[in-house]
Every structure is written in structure tokens, then in C-alpha cells.
């Protein structure tokens, strides 16, 4: 959206109307009345009376935490405009479904009070007042953190007691506690509903198809039936798909099925677009049809394109891809089985839902909670003539996060097309922009306005496996960047959109003071009275409550929702595309750029590094990829750079320090999974960045820090808190969506008219997903009766995934709660969502027994997430190079004491127990009876439990051990010697301690008929690998926490080396050169390794955990963390999967 332009101007009475132009709520028949009725009568004050309450329902609290009983007493204040029916009756029933009109006219209700504390223990906060910040997640409720010196040698959270505990909550065994009551979240009878109901409707019986089952033929046919159908056969329906998913244009597709013979041969029954469009019409689907809808500003109509909101929900509800993956309660997750350290990951063990089941369940028992996710965000659709769409996508927080993080998965469903239009006509600038905003809410009101009566009353939806519950669909998270966040929020561009840190001070960061967040009380009391006041009036009122005077915002009357806290951390464009950015663009007016750019070109090659030859310091338009890119290099170009004239050695210090501490939040932000000690990391990581960053302001780089992406930071615990890890919310997703759903839909128009076809377009693109599943399965049903019919679920024949039952599991959080990622959803076992009868037990006893009367475990094994499964080595069939004779090893490997080398490890692994005086002697009698050996010149690896990780740009850590060669025109290409981290045979599950790094010279085999003779006590060895080692990891750096290590060398001045075990070799590392604080321009990439003399050990590069193995890592979420329980150390890297993480 535009910026608010004059934000800074002085405060002037909106005079002209709110959508432009003389613009009044009567030219919008049908938009702006519809909320009439339910606004009359709804002054401040006025209070519903109280409602009883379940005895049994809330007794399971947590006195210690004072945040989710504020957390409830907000949502509750903050109830829509009208006083809900109560419903005693968990099950559902026609006169339970009240209108908004059949309602008494009361007030807000104010529930709060009556409601019990949901605290936690252990997490001690002091309570604050209705409307004030969420104890949880605010500075000032916390008992305040020890300040960190500038100069501290070592971040407070690399202490090594505070890294052991911080570890441990994580490694520890997840202890799982449900909401305690025994109606919430259980399945109902569905009632009959009408066949001619609205679109979005409930079936009539729960053994209705599917939209994916295929019209049932009578049993004389079913011998001839054709899966495929309405298509003739495979080829055809093959055909069509291609046409729909990878086909070219109409044109196109007609010219190809033009060509003779083309139709005869393949037996098609179509002859062209026209009639395979008809067939793909005819294909049934769960997605509902797009609507087309018009507003008129200033005698201009202006169309939006939507789909029924409930309708979505219910096929995202319902698929029966997802039907074992669901989650229909909220839970507390603990690390310790006193339930006094917290965890957070999926949107379910966040504290909102929690407080949102409990005002739904003093109402209304036996609900269950649909929270939906919206997101939205303008892309371009053209290079030139500007052309633009406007996509709104939803999904529900019911979906992991895991599956949602997925756009293949279908985790989101395109809702609408909002008006792209910058209403030119109108000529006023601020007017424009209120018309704007109004145009946008004036939408958004009437796509989401079914969400009004639904979240309050609910209504029936039948899950993918076939049961039925009274669900609430109530909105609880918006993912955009920050002008839709203030957008969404009605807030004015550059202040904060959730909380009222004055705009001139948000750069400011105190721990022990913490701005409240925007009351919402207060906004909707202005709101009501739009229709009552003068429009300069209402404008001081909307400002006085921090707010633009917009008419009616969409989220004005949905219940049981608060804006301010459903806006969502965004990881792509806050953090990389702002914060990193912003920090990178500090760095370039530091340092010389030139210098930079020399450094970017000099850094070894990894498999997991994007080396930048070009530099970085001209690039322009960066993705999130790229400045993730950056990120993995940053430090390493400034740990030892020479800054400007002028600047002092205190000052390069902080320099560092900052840089630091900033990767470090970003790191910490993206954590998968977050306890209270990583938590306090980040508010740490936080707190240490703004302790060294007034360095930008002494150099003149910086005036200030008042800008809201980097304030915003100050929130991630909060929202963590109340909405689960940032994961849940990342802008990539549905940044991805945009080339599915809006470029690739525009491309398939003749750009006339185009909305109308692109909707058109993306219907049937869906249909044929959902066919095609269908298909898939049909299939497998037909191969298991071309098998003599065996029984689903044989081990001969695993039964399809949607609508089987797996059967029971062991969960971890890699599933939370019925959770599980798809790829391995085949492989283990899932149980279903428990039955009614399994919830139909004491409140007191679900506590306790938690496993027993729900068929789950009372824990939840994290183990299996954290601790890596046995590595696997993945090397080609046949070498790279048959036969190398030792003195190409030598000369152009560059293993000069290859056949020593190889003596020694002969001599050790057939003499494990002899001591090193023994096994010299050993040694220098062993007489090599081959001077030829098989190369390969790289290894992969691979770990077994890949599959669990998500985000993965590469399945495989590849180490490259390559000579130089010539390419086709004769040129070098330099040789590559990868460093790698080797167990020296002592390594533990955490830390350094055992390890080594070592230069990978070559990659060998002994051949079979002499491996028999060197090694004839056992199997012999199969792959080896020749290393040159660094030294051992002594004690980080302190002022940015990196281990030095430096070429080691014999007595004789030569390079140590040894033959070790392909096997021990755990994972590829990147070093930075020690650059000095000029890079000598002799060094290249390709020499770096060679030439140099000092490195630094990173670990800000790993792509991903599966290179990992625990006997030196230990992975916290998507960073592993390294630790040296001796020295008290710590290191950090990521898995650096794509735009998600950073290195």
C-alpha cells in the first residue's frame, strides 16, 4: 500500500470524506449495512451478565504465569458487539444457531473476571490491567535480566550452565498437557442439512463422497470401469493434466492435437482446448468457485473477486490429505515433567488458542477452535504497464505448520483478488489514501463476514476422516509485511502496528520498560461511533486512540479476535529484507567496499557456502535467499577489516560485537522450536545488539534507530509466546503462492479481462490436483487387486495415506500433536484425533493420565527429533579415477606422504591397543604391495532421518577432493580440497572436545585382493580418506566467539597428515581466512586454503542437520549448537534451508 505521505505533517481535521470524493456508506448497498443492526445500541460500559461455568472444566491452571489469564480477560473484554447465546449443550443443535439480529442488544461483555488463571508455573510475571501488554511477553512482567557488559568476552547465553539448561529443555522428553476439558474439541453427530444449502454447506450424512471419490457404477459394470473417467483412458487423462499443469498456451495445445495422427494414435476423444476444458469442468472438487462482487467510488466500480470463506475453511478442513495431521486442541508443552519450563513450536502450544478455547467453552462447550491464518500482499504481474494483483490467501493454524510451510502441500487456499486500482480520480492525496484503506477493509468486511455468526455460534464440519465437530472459525493471525500491517492495523505508516511506543523512540530499548499494546477497547469504542459524530471529530478520536479514521475495518465484529495480537513476526521481510539489510548497508558505509568485495572473492568453496565473485557491495534488488546468503559470510568480512580513517579499535570492536549479536537474533528467531531459555537468548542477542549500536551513530552513519522493522524485534518473544515459533507465519509461503496463484494464472489470459480467466484458470488447476490424488490412489486400489486383492496395509501393500489409519505411533515434535510430516507419513505410524468416547473423562484425570484415556503417550518423545539417526555415506558404483598411482597422489592430490600415511593406518586398525611407539615400528615394516589406488573425487552424505526435515535445498553434504583438470577449451580449472570435521574417535554428543578439522586430499580404496592380505583379521575398511590437519580447537576469540586454527606441521616442517575412515568424517566445514586487514591479492578462491595460514571455524553454513551427527552436535530446531563442555563454549549454525534460515 502507498506510504502514509504525511505522517509527519501537523495534525489537521480530515475534512473530506472517508472513501473520496463525496463517498457516503448509503452508495455501498449491502457492504455497509450489514453490520447495522448489530452496532445499535453498543455504547461503552455496558457489561452481559456472568455466565456459569463447568466446575470441572478449568481445573487444571498454572498459577505461575499470569500472562494467558490477562491473555483470556482481553479477548474477553473485546467480544463483538453483542452478547452471544449461551449454549449448555455441547452438541449442536438447529436452536443453538442464533443469528447476530435474534440477539438482546447488550454491551461488551466483560468476562475476564469470571474466568479462572491459566498460568503456568515457573513462569513468574506480575499481573497488569485489562488492555495492558500480555504479562508473558512484555519486558517489564519478567523479573529483569542481568545486564551484559559491552565488553563480555562471551554472550550471557554461552555460559556454559546457561547453554547446558538450555539445551537440555529441549532435548529433554516433551511433557504434553491438553486442555482440560472433556466436551472441547469432540466430535459430534452431523445434523441434516438441506442438499440445496449455500455453497460451503455440510453434507447430509458423514458416508457422502468425497469430492475426490469418482461417481459409484453399478456392480454389472464394475469389472469395466475406468478410474480415469470422464476421460477415455490414462493416456488421455495424462494428456489433460499436461495441458492443465505444464501444457502450453490454447494455441498451442491446438495446433499440437492439429497435427495428423495425432488423435487417432493416442485414441484421444477430445479435439481441442474447448472440449478438454469442458471435461476438466466436469471434475469435482472441495474448492469453492470464485464470486465477483463490485464497489463503486466516485461513480467508478471496482471489482473483487472472492470465494465463500466458510467454504474454504471447510476444504481445508476437510481434506483427507490432512485428516491425520489436525489438531483440534491446545496444549501445553513442557520439557520437564513438572510442567515448569515451557515450550512453543505449532500454533497450538501457544498461549492464544489456549485462551481462546477457554472463552469459547464458557459459552458455548464442546467447540473447537479454526483459527485463520490470512495473508495478503500486492505483486506485480507484468515487467512493464504496471500491472498488478492483489492475492488474499488463508490456511488454518488446525494444519501443521510443517504441511503449511508446503505451498505443494495445499496447505492455502487463494480467497480473494482485492481491487488493485490507486484511485487516481480522486485528486486529494490523504483523501486517496483513506479511500484506499476504506476500499481494502470494505472488502475485506464482505469476504470475512461469515466469520461473524460462525465464530460466535459455530457451525458443523466433518474433518477428512469422516467425523464431525461444532467448530469456531475465528481469525487469529494476519502474515504481511509492514505496510500491510498497518494496513490491516489502521495505524499510521512508520509507528509501531501493535503497540504505542511513540514512533520518536522506537528505536529506544530498555529491558525494564515495555510499551502496553494498542487497547482495543478503546479503538472499537471509537469505531462505533463513526456514524455519530462529524468527520473532524471522529478524526481526533481516531487519533487520540492511535488510529486512522477508517470506516468500519474488517475486523471490527469478529468475535473473539483482537488485531493487535493477531499480527504475525515475518521472518523474510522484517528480518532479511530489513534488519539483515539494513545491516549490510551499515557495513558498506563503514568499510571500503572495494576491500569487501576482495574478501567475498576469497573465501574457500563449500557445498553449502554461495560464494559472491562479483562481491556484494553492487548487487541490487537482493532476494531473501541472497541476503540469507550473505549472512553466512558477514562476520567473517569484517572480524578482521581495516575500518575508515578515524575510527578507534574500541569502535571496530563494538563493530563486531553488533554484527554479532544481530546474526544471532536472526538465528535464534527462526528456531523451530523455543523454550524459555531460548527465549532469553534472543531477548539476550536483543539486548547486546542495542548495548553496541550506538557504534553506527558515533561513525555518522546512523542518526537514530526509529524505524519499525528493527523495534519490531522487541515483540518476537510475545508473539512466540501467544502464536507459536515464527515459522508458523513466514511471508515466504505465501510470497511463493504468488507464482501459482497470480503470475502463472496471468500468463494463461489474453491479458483482457484477465481476472475473470485467471480465476477460471486456477479453478480447473485445482480440480486436477485433487483429480489426479484421486487418481493416484484408484491406482494403487487396482494394483492391489491385480495382486490378489491383499488385505490394505500389508507390508506387501501399504495402504494409501488419506483415508487410511495408520495405526498407533510414538509422537515427537516433529508431530506434536497428531502431527507428522508428510514424507514420512507412509513410513510411520499415526493415530487418529481421539474418539468421544475417549474424551468423556474427568478433567482431573486427563491431567494424569493423559496417555492412557486418549490413546496417546502421557509424553511426547523429542528425542527422535534432536538426536540424528546413523549418518549414511553415498558414493558412486564405480570411481572417479580407476587407478591412481601414488605419484599423481602426490603431485597433483597433493598427498605427498600418502604411502606413510596409509602404512600407519594399516598398522593401527589391525593393532588398535598398541601404544605409538609399537605402532611406528609396526608401521615402517609394512610393505605396500600396490602402487595404484581407485579415487573418488567427492562423497555425500546422507542421514536416514532426512525425511523429517523440512526446507532442504540439497538431500546431501557433499566433500569434493578433486585434482586440476582441463575443460573443453583447454582451460584450468583449479583442483578443490575440501575441510571437513573429523572424529578423532573420542567425540561426545555435544561439543568440539574429540574433533578435529582436516583438508580432504583424497578419497580412496584399497584394492580388494591386497585389502585382504593388509587386513586379515577382519572385514577390511572400505572407503578412506586421506587428511592434513589444523590444529585442535583451543579457546574462542572473545570478542566474536570464533575458534582460531592454523596449519599443523611435523617435526620435519611438513603438513601433519593421516589416513582415517571415510566414516569418521562427519560433515563438511567452511573456514574463513584470517585476512588480515588487507586481503593479500595473491589469494583466490581456489588457493585460499593453501596460502593462508589462520582460519576461523564458522559453523553459520550448514544447510541442513542430516550431515550432523550427535556425537559433536546437538540440534536445537534449525540451529545446531555446538558445546564444549570443557572450555564453556558455544557455537551456533544453521541448517540454512533456502529464504527460512540464514546460514
Given at each position: 500500500m502507498d506510504v502514509d505521505e504525511d505522517a509527519e505533517a501537523a495534525p489537521v481535521a480530515f475534512e473530506g470524506d472517508f472513501f473520496g470524493a463525496n463517498y457516503r456508506a448509503e452508495d455501498l448497498p449491502g457492504w455497509a449495512d450489514e453490520d447495522s443492526e448489530s452496532d445499535q445500541g453498543c455504547g461503552p460500559g455496558r457489561k452481559a451478565d456472568g455466565v456459569e461455568k463447568d466446575s470441572e472444566l478449568y481445573t487444571q491452571e498454572d498459577p505461575g504465569d499470569d500472562s494467558e489469564a490477562e491473555l483470556v480477560e482481553r479477548m474477553e473484554a473485546l467480544r463483538p458487539m453483542w452478547e452471544p447465546a449461551v449454549v449448555q449443550n455441547a452438541q449442536l443443535t438447529q436452536t443453538t444457531q442464533h443469528s447476530a439480529d435474534s440477539v438482546s442488544d447488550s454491551g461488551r461483555t466483560q468476562l475476564g473476571s469470571t474466568l479462572a488463571e491459566v498460568a503456568d508455573p515457573g513462569e513468574a510475571s506480575n499481573s497488569t490491567d485489562v488492555g495492558g501488554s500480555l504479562a508473558g511477553a512484555s519486558h517489564a512482567d519478567r523479573p529483569p535480566q542481568d545486564s551484559v557488559e559491552p565488553s563480555s568476552p562471551m554472550p550471557i547465553y554461552a555460559d556454559s550452565l546457561q547453554r547446558k539448561r538450555m539445551e537440555n529443555a529441549l532435548r529433554r522428553t516433551i511433557h504434553a498437557v491438553r486442555f482440560p476439558s472433556a466436551r472441547a474439541g469432540a466430535p459430534i453427530d452431523p445434523p441434516v442439512v438441506d442438499a440445496t444449502a449455500e455453497p460451503g454447506s455440510e453434507p447430509q450424512t458423514n458416508s457422502s463422497p468425497q469430492p475426490q471419490d469418482a461417481p459409484k457404477e453399478s456392480e454389472s459394470a464394475k469389472p469395466k470401469k475406468n478410474i480415469y473417467a470422464p476421460f477415455a483412458n490414462k493416456t488421455e487423462w495424462e494428456l489433460a493434466r499436461w495441458s492443465k499443469m505444464r501444457g502450453p498456451g490454447s494455441n498451442a495445445f491446438n495446433e499440437l492435437l492439429e497435427i495428423e495422427g495425432i488423435q487417432q494414435k493416442l485414441g484421444l476423444t477430445f479435439q481441442n482446448t474447448r472440449e478438454v476444458n469442458a471435461l476438466v469442468d466436469t471434475l469435482p472438487s472441495t474448492r469453492p468457485r470464485f464470486v465477483r462482487d463490485e464497489i463503486v467510488v466516485d461513480q467508478q466500480a471496482f471489482d473483487v473477486y472472492f470465494r465463500d470463506v466458510i467454504a474454504c475453511i471447510r476444504s481445508l478442513y476437510g481434506e483427507p490429505d490432512f485428516a491425520q495431521h489436525l489438531v483440534f486442541l491446545p496444549e501445553r508443552h513442557y520439557s520437564d515433567p513438572d510442567h515448569t519450563k515451557r515450550l512453543y513450536h505449532d500454533m497450538h502450544t501457544g498461549k492464544w488458542w489456549w485462551a481462546a478455547q477457554k472463552a469459547v467453552e464458557a459459552n458455548a462447550e464442546g467447540g473447537t477452535i479454526i483459527p485463520v491464518i490470512l495473508s495478503s500482499d500486492k505483486t506485480q504481474l507484468t515487467l512493464f504497464r504496471n500491472k498488478a494483483a492483489y492475492p488474499v490467501y488463508l490456511t488454518i493454524g488446525n494444519i501443521p505448520k510443517d504441511i503449511r510451510s508446503k505451498p505443494s502441500r495445499g496447505g492455502h487456499i487463494l480467497l480473494a483478488y482485492l481491487p488493485t486500482s490507486k484511485l487516481e480520480h480522486i485528486t486529494s492525496k490523504a483523501a486517496r489514501r483513506r479511500a484506499q484503506a476504506n476500499l481494502f477493509h470494505a472488502c475485506m468486511r464482505r469476504i470475512l463476514g461469515a466469520l461473524e455468526d460462525a465464530g460466535l455460534n459455530g457451525l458443523p464440519m466433518t474433518s477428512g476422516d469422516g467425523v464431525t465437530r461444532r467448530v469456531h472459525p475465528i481469525y487469529a493471525a494476519y502474515v504481511g509485511d509492514y505496510p500491510e500491517q498497518v494496513l490491516v492495523t489502521c495505524t499510521k505508516y512508520g509507528e509501531c502496528p501493535v503497540c504505542t511506543q511513540p514512533r520518536s523512540e522506537l528505536g529506544d530499548y530498555d529491558p525494564g520498560i515495555d510499551f502496553p499494546l494498542r487497547d482495543l477497547s478503546k479503538v472499537l469504542d471509537v469505531l462505533e461511533q463513526v456514524d455519530d459524530l462529524s468527520r473532524a471529530r471522529y478524526s481526533r478520536k481516531c487519533k487520540a486512540v492511535g488510529i486512522k479514521p477508517i470506516y468500519k475495518p474488517f475486523w471490527e465484529s469478529l468475535p473473539y479476535s483482537d488485531v493487535f495480537l493477531s499480527i504475525a513476526p515475518d521472518i523474510l521481510h522484517q528480518l532479511l529484507q530489513g534488519v539483515v539489510k539494513h545491516l549490510v548497508s551499515w557495513l558498506k558505509d563503514v568499510y571500503d567496499e572495494d576491500e569487501i568485495d576482495a574478501r567475498c572473492r576469497r573465501f574457500p568453496p563449500n557445498h553449502n557456502v554461495r560464494l559472491f565473485f562479483k562481491g556484494i557491495t553492487k548487487l541490487s534488488r537482493l532476494t531473501g535467499t541472497e541476503h540469507a546468503d550473505i549472512c553466512r559470510i558477514l562476520l567473517g568480512l569484517v572480524i578482521d577489516l581495516r575500518p575508515g580513517d578515524g575510527i578507534s579499535q574500541a569502535s571496530q570492536l563494538s563493530l563486531v560485537r553488533a554484527v554479532r549479536a544481530m546474526l544471532d537474533f536472526v538465528y535464534l528467531a527462526q528456531y523451530p522450536i523455543h523454550s524459555m531459555q531460548t527465549l532469553d537468548a534472543l531477548d539476550d542477542a536483543l539486548a547486546r545488539f542495542h548495548e553496541n549500536k550506538s557504534v553506527f551513530v558515533d561513525l555518522g552513519i546512523r542518526s537514530d534507530f526509529h524505524f519499525p522493522k528493527l523495534h519490531f524485534c522487541r515483540h518476537y518473544r510475545e508473539r512466540i509466546e501467544n502464536l507459536g515459533s515464527a515459522d508458523n507465519y513466514n511471508t515466504e509461503y505465501t510470497e511463493r503462492l504468488h507464482i501459482d496463484m497470480a503470475?502463472?494464472?496471468?500468463?494463461?489470459?489474453?491479458?483482457?479481462?484477465?481476472?475473470?480467466?485467471?480465476?477460471?484458470?486456477?479453478?480447473?488447476?485445482?480440480?486436477?490436483?485433487?483429480?489426479?490424488?484421486?487418481?493416484?490412489?484408484?491406482?494403487?486400489?487396482?494394483?492391489?487387486?491385480?495382486?490378489?486383492?491383499?488385505?490394505?496395509?500389508?507390508?506387501?501393500?501399504?495402504?494409501?495415506?488419506?483415508?487410511?489409519?495408520?495405526?498407533?505411533?510414538?509422537?515427537?515434535?516433529?508431530?506434536?500433536?497428531?502431527?507428522?510430516?508428510?514424507?514420512?507419513?507412509?513410513?510411520?505410524?499415526?493415530?487418529?484425533?481421539?474418539?468421544?468416547?475417549?474424551?468423556?473423562?474427568?478433567?482431573?484425570?486427563?491431567?494424569?493420565?493423559?496417555?492412557?484415556?486418549?490413546?496417546?503417550?502421557?509424553?511426547?518423545?523429542?528425542?527422535?527429533?534432536?538426536?540424528?539417526?546413523?549418518?549414511?555415506?553415498?558414493?558412486?558404483?564405480?570411481?572417479?579415477?580407476?587407478?591412481?598411482?601414488?605419484?599423481?597422489?602426490?603431485?597433483?592430490?597433493?598427498?605427498?606422504?600418502?604411502?606413510?600415511?596409509?602404512?600407519?593406518?594399516?598398522?593401527?586398525?589391525?593393532?588398535?591397543?598398541?601404544?605409538?611407539?609399537?605402532?611406528?615400528a609396526l608401521a615402517s615394516n609394512i610393505r605396500l604391495r600396490f602402487d595404484k589406488v581407485r579415487v573418488y573425487h567427492k562423497a555425500k552424505f546422507w542421514e536416514e532421518s532426512f525425511a523429517r526435515y523440512r526446507h532442504a535445498s540439497d538431500n546431501h553434504d557433499v566433500i569434493h577432493a578433486t585434482p586440476p583438470r582441463l575443460d573443453k577449451r583447454g582451460d584450468t580449472i583449479p583442483g578443490r580440497f575440501d575441510t571437513a570435521l573429523i572424529n578423532l574417535g573420542s567425540g561426545k554428543a555435544t561439543g568440539?572436545?574429540?574433533?578435529?578439522?582436516?583438508?580432504?586430499?583424497?578419497?580412496?580404496?584399497?584394492?580388494?585382493?591386497?585389502?585382504?592380505?593388509?587386513?586379515?583379521?577382519?572385514?577390511?575398511?572400505?572407503?578412506?580418506?586421506?587428511?592434513?590437519?589444523?590444529?585442535?580447537?583451543?579457546?574462542?576469540?572473545?570478542?566474536?566467539?570464533?575458534?582460531?586454527?592454523?596449519?599443523?606441521?611435523?617435526?620435519?616442517?611438513?603438513?601433519?597428515?593421516?589416513?582415517?575412515?571415510?566414516?569418521?568424517?562427519?560433515?563438511?566445514?567452511h573456514l574463513w581466512p584470517n585476512f588480515g586487514p588487507i586481503a593479500p591479492r595473491h589469494w583466490t578462491s581456489a588457493n585460499v586454503l593453501d596460502e593462508a595460514t589462520k582460519f576461523w571455524y564458522t559453523t553459520w553454513m550448514v544447510r541442513h542437520g542430516m550431515s550432523i551427527d550427535p556425537r559433536h552436535v546437538m540440534l536445537l530446531g534449525d540451529v545446531m549448537i555446538y558445546k564444549d563442555e570443557v572450555l564453556g563454549t558455544m557455537r551456533l549454525a544453521s541448517r540454512g534451508w533456502r529464504t527460512t534460515c540464514l546460514c
Open positions: 503470475k502463472d494464472a496471468y500468463r494463461a489470459t489474453n491479458k483482457k479481462d484477465e481476472y475473470d480467466q485467471m480465476t477460471v484458470w486456477l479453478e480447473r488447476k485445482e480440480k486436477v490436483i485433487q483429480y489426479d490424488r484421486h487418481i493416484k490412489a484408484r491406482e494403487l486400489e487396482a494394483q492391489a487387486d491385480a495382486d490378489d486383492n491383499p488385505a490394505p496395509g500389508t507390508e506387501n501393500n501399504p495402504a494409501p495415506c488419506p483415508p487410511s489409519d495408520p495405526g498407533p505411533r510414538t509422537n515427537n515434535l516433529a508431530t506434536g500433536s497428531a502431527m507428522l510430516r508428510p514424507s514420512t507419513a507412509a513410513t510411520l505410524n499415526i493415530p487418529r484425533e481421539p474418539t468421544q468416547a475417549s474424551l468423556s473423562v474427568q478433567p482431573a484425570a486427563l491431567h494424569d493420565t493423559i496417555g492412557r484415556t486418549t490413546g496417546r503417550p502421557s509424553s511426547y518423545e523429542l528425542q527422535p527429533l534432536y538426536r540424528h539417526s546413523e549418518t549414511h555415506i553415498l558414493m558412486t558404483r564405480d570411481p572417479s579415477a580407476k587407478a591412481v598411482p601414488f605419484h599423481r597422489l602426490h603431485t597433483q592430490y597433493g598427498a605427498v606422504d600418502f604411502e606413510l600415511c596409509l602404512a600407519q593406518f594399516v598398522a593401527r586398525y589391525n593393532h588398535p591397543e598398541a601404544s605409538p611407539r609399537s605402532l611406528a568440539v572436545a574429540g574433533y578435529r578439522i582436516g583438508q580432504v586430499r583424497a578419497i580412496f580404496t584399497i584394492p580388494p585382493r591386497y585389502a585382504a592380505k593388509l587386513f586379515p583379521a577382519g572385514s577390511p575398511p572400505d572407503h578412506l580418506v586421506y587428511v592434513e590437519w589444523f590444529t585442535k580447537f583451543a579457546r574462542p576469540n572473545t570478542t566474536h566467539g570464533l575458534y582460531k586454527v592454523e596449519r599443523s606441521f611435523d617435526g620435519d616442517g611438513k603438513r601433519s597428515a593421516e589416513v582415517r575412515l571415510l566414516s569418521d568424517v562427519r560433515r563438511s566445514v
